[in-house]
């Protein structure tokens, strides 16, 4: 009997690419511990699971250009109304703990300048109170008077970990600008490294066995790699019907894990931990 899969979101970050002589733009990419219960050492986008508080319905008054309603409609195979919104507010949550990046706007309107003092040292006390569970994200919001950003996200694709997974993730994959004024962190705990890399080169090293990845975020990254702006990124987004993907894995007569993409590809891939 398989597991049952947990509603996750992760969000893809990207900058205009930095290297003068280069076009195009950067993704921000994660990597997970090798003491990680799933997928150990592999690069991944920032992202987790829902939890119980990124569905409070109260959730939706901090959220900007988002409600329950629509999050319903672009989510329409998940359980409720909150936990449709729940995975946007996740998407922010998850980000802000895993890389210290946080998409909320001020009271004036502006996307909060975590890069300037007082503010950074404060909200990295908050991250940490969060991290050591002494925290909760919604009290955080509401009482720095932030709303999120939840308008900067927009839909992308979403992916099923396999059946045979002892680990299991509905995850939905948002695009978004990465704030300007904020600088990403990475935890120290679940990730041990955080890098800036243009989609072409992630899948050049990915083929040349220096940058593992697993599936969804390969064939992400092709996709990716197909646009040569953050802009083109989004606006392929516009009256998009996402469709789930389940990937399957299967075992071949060498004991070998062979995951394959939807256009049939195989893939060798390591299960997640237990």
Known sequence: MSVKPKDAATIILMRNNRDPDSRGFEVLMVLRSSRSKFVPG??????????????????????????RKQALHMLDDISSPEKALGVWTAGIRETFEEVGLLMAYTKEGDVIPLDSEPLKERFLSHRRSLLDGKSDFYDIIRDEGLTLATDKLHYF??????????????????????????????????????????????????????????????????????????????????????QSTLTKVVIDENEVLLEYAPDGRAFKVRPPSA
């Not at 119980?52 to 409600?67: I, K």
């Not at 390969?218 to 392929?236: P, Q």
């Open 42 to 67: 592999l690069y991944v986008f920032p992202g987790g699971g829902l939890d119980e508080e990124d569905c409070l319905p109260e959730m939706e008054n901090l959220c900007a250009g988002m409600d």
């Open 157 to 242: 694709s979403h992916w099923i970990t396999p059946l045979l997974s002892p680990i299991r993730y509905d995850v939905r994959f948002f695009v978004a600008k990465a704030p300007s004024n904020q600088k990403a962190l990475h935890d120290g705990i679940e990730l041990t490294r955080h890098v800036w890399i243009t989609p072409e080169k992630a899948l050049e090293r990915f083929h040349e066995q220096t940058f593992d990845m697993v599936l969804p975020t390969v064939i992400t990254m092709e996709e990716l790699a197909g646009y040569e702006t953050i802009e083109d990124v989004i606006r392929s987004t516009e009256g998009k019907k996402v």
